[in-house]
Each structure stands twice: as C-alpha cells, then as structure tokens.
C-alpha cells in the first residue's frame, strides 16, 4: 500500500511537495489528502477482487471513512458505489455523483425519512437491514410510496473478530444484524414482503482486521446461510474491515488485499458460488481505502518539560483527531527535521483531557515552535469523526491533485 509521504535531507514530502511549501499557505492544522494514493487504494483493491475468480466486484467505499467531497467525486469516477449510514451519507454520495444504484444502506438505526429518501426516484441498490422491525417499516413505506424496496439482510454470523473491542461487530451479543434464525423466520413471515424484495445477503464482523480467520468463518457462514435460503439472490456483500498496518509491528500480521481476495474466494467458493450464480459480490472497504492517503499536519505551540518528560504541545487536538485517544491507536509522528539526537517525547493537543495525545514515548528529534509535525494515516476516521470540543474550529481539509495542484476543499 502506498504512503504519500517521503523525507529527504531532513524535509517531508507530500507527494512531490515540500510539506512546508503547503503549510505556507493556510493555518495549521489541517488535514492533508493525496488524490493519486487514493485512487491507487482504491484500484489495487478493485484489481485484487477481480483476480480472485470472484463474480463482478462493486466497491462500495465506507463513507463514514472519509466523506470528502473532492474525494468522493473522484472514486465515483473511477466507478466506485458507496456504503452510507445515514440520511446525510445518501446526499453526500449522490451529490458526488456515485450512482443510487451502487449504493447500499448499512445501519440499524435507519429512521422514517431516512428510508423515504433511499426509496425515492431510482431507490438505492440496497438496505441492508438489520432488524425485522426495520423490515416491517421499510415495507409500510415502500406501500406508502408506490415502490419495491430492494433489501439484504445483514447477517450476524456469530464470530468474534479480533481488533479492538469498540470496532467489532459481528458477535451474538453485538446490536448489528440478525441472527440465523431470526433471517429464516423472517422469509416464513409472508406480511413482510409485499413491497420488498430480498436482493442479497450482507456480513460486516468489524473494523481494523488483521487476522482474517473470523473473516473465512463469517464467509463460511454467509455461504451456507445463502445455500439454505435456496432463493436466487442478485448478490453478496461481504462488508468491509480489512486493516492497514498503522504500525511497524503490523507489518509482520497485516493482510493485503489479495490475501484477502482470495480468503473470501476459497470460502464463498467451497459453500456457495461453486454451484449458484450471483451478479455482483459487492465489498465495503473504509479505511483500507483511504486511510494512508491522508495525514494530519499540526504545528509545536511550545514545548514542556515536566518530571523529566518532554512533552510536545501542538496545535491540533483531540477534537481534529479522536483516534489516539478514543482507541489508542498507534500512528506514525513525522517532522520536518534531519535525523539527529532524539529524545523521548510524548505530542499532545491543547485540549483540556488527559487523552488528547497523538503519540507518547516517541524518540523525535528536539522541536522547536512552528515546526511541523505529520500524524500518518488519517485519511480514514479523522476528518470524519472530528468535533467541535472545547469551541474550536473543525480543521480545513487540502487535497493534492494527480496533477499536483493544491486544493482547500
Ligand atoms: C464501518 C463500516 C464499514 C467500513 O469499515 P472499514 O473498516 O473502514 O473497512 C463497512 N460496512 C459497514 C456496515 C460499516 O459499518
């Protein structure tokens, strides 16, 4: 997977640009996006999945992952369909021209206008529903509305992901999908379906994934769930969640996209696909998308010593970027410094809560104010889950163009 970042005699490079030729020209912080490592994301997974002997891919990209306008217009033009969670996710996707007919609606919150507005006009390809409930309504206001909904069950197959406990989704006691048998009593409960129509079948285990052995069960699973419905379904979504290596200790356990490719072909193979035909095998990837093509670029306020700790305070914070702080996660901390003497640093924001920390017991190299610093690999949940706390402003978003020109989005 490509990283738009490179450093050469002690300066970083986005793309071909010197980060300090950007940062010249607005206020830090702000978040950094690079449309080439994007959309070569996005194609080695698409050539991954077209390797794989697997029926016709439609990659629906995570919107909840990075729901950049700029972006997104330039994955519907590579062909790219979306996965959306809310109202606000339909309009941001069609407005940057992803086509309703790729587009699937995840969630098991989905309210009243929500459905309305993924039924209207040419209704969305799929809701992937998650409760019997939500059926019984998405069927009353298609009747109201004239229409046949297109929908998927989103199946819970019962497997434990490994990845952090916040972003694993697919075990018995989990609120996302339905189990089994509750999917099977549902198909034997005619009032259901007189204005719907059951397309696919879905399964989304969780987010971050490494390891890929709750992923060959879950496909398992949805194959024989699909064998056993023994209706013709128009395709399978196998969700999202693959991960990245964030870290160099993720180097040795990460999954590529062809491990991945071929973990779902040999299961999905085995139990379904060998003797039934679908359209589409539609995916949901997020973050192994988009996370490498962004960084968020902050600067040093100050620093501080404090019981023998060197703390570098920058200017971007906790609400710019939750990740560090909501999960712990690990992201590489770059800066605009040749290599040198380094120091045992912890980086840390303004914010007033002892978890606004982007890195801590990192050795850097001593910093000065205004020097800049790169936290790596935000280019999905960063922007996206940023918030206002403490009165500040949400952070700009800067795209470097394929063609190399800055654009403030
Ligand atoms: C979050 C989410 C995804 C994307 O997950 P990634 O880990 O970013 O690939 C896909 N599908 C559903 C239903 C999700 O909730």
Redesign the pocket.
């Known amino acids: 997977m490509q990283t738009p970042i490179t450093h050469k005699k002690g300066q970083l490079y986005f793309d071909t640009i010197a980060l300090r030729k950007i940062a010249d020209k607005l206020p830090t912080p702000f978040y950094l996006y690079s449309e080439h490592t994007l959309i070569e994301n996005y194609k080695n997974f698409l050539h991954a999945a077209q390797d794989a002997n697997l029926p016709a891919p439609l990659i629906c990209f995570?919107l909840?992952?990075n729901p950049n306008p700029y972006l997104l217009k330039k994955l519907a033009k590579e062909g790219a369909g979306a996965?959306i969670?809310s109202g606000g996710e339909l309009a941001r996707a069609t407005e940057s021209g992803i086509s309703r007919q790729k587009i699937v609606f995840?969630?098991v919150g989905k309210t009243l206008e929500e459905i309305e507005k993924g039924l209207m006009g040419v209704g969305i390809y799929s809701f992937?529903v998650e409760s019997l409930e939500e059926l019984e309504m998405i069927n009353s206001v298609a009747k109201r509305l004239k229409k046949c909904a297109r929908v998927a069950f989103?199946f819970n197959p019962e497997v434990h992901a490994k990845t952090h406990k916040h972003?694993s989704?697919g075990f018995k006691s989990h609120k996302f999908g339905l189990l089994r048998k509750d999917i099977l009593k549902a198909l034997k409960t005619k009032s259901l379906w007189s204005h719907v129509k059951l397309v696919g079948l879905s399964v989304?285990i969780?987010?971050?994934?490494t390891c890929l052995k709750a992923t060959g069960k879950a496909m398992r699973e949805l194959g024989m769930l699909a064998r056993e419905i023994n209706m013709p379904l128009e395709f399978l979504d196998v969700?999202?969640?693959?991960?990245i290596d964030y870290a160099p200790s993720d180097k040795n356990t990460y999954q590529t996209p062809n491990d991945y490719m071929q973990v779902i072909s040999k299961n999905l193979q085995k139990t379904y696909l060998k003797d039934h035909t679908i359209k589409h095998l539609v995916f949901?990837?997020?973050?192994?998308i988009s996370a490498r093509a962004g960084c968020f670029i902050t600067s040093v306020i100050r620093t501080k010593k404090s019981g023998g700790q060197c703390f570098v305070i920058v200017d971007g914070g906790m609400n710019d970027f939750v990740r560090t702080s909501l999960y712990g996660a690990y992201h590489e901390i770059l800066v605009n410094k040749k290599p040198g003497r380094k120091i045992n640093s912890h980086v840390v924001g303004p914010i007033c809560e002892t978890a606004d920390c982007f890195a801590t017991d990192r050795m850097l190299p001593p910093l000065q104010p205004n020097d800049l610093v790169c936290v790596a690999d935000v280019g999905?949940?960063g922007f996206s889950m940023a918030s206002m706390y403490n009165m500040r402003k949400l952070p700009k978003e800067v795209v470097v163009t394929k063609s190399g020109k800055i654009t403030i989005t």
């Open positions: 995570a909840k992952a996965d969670v995840s969630g992937n989103r972003i989704t989304h969780g987010s971050q994934l969700g999202g969640g693959l991960g949901e990837p997020g973050r192994v999905a949940y």
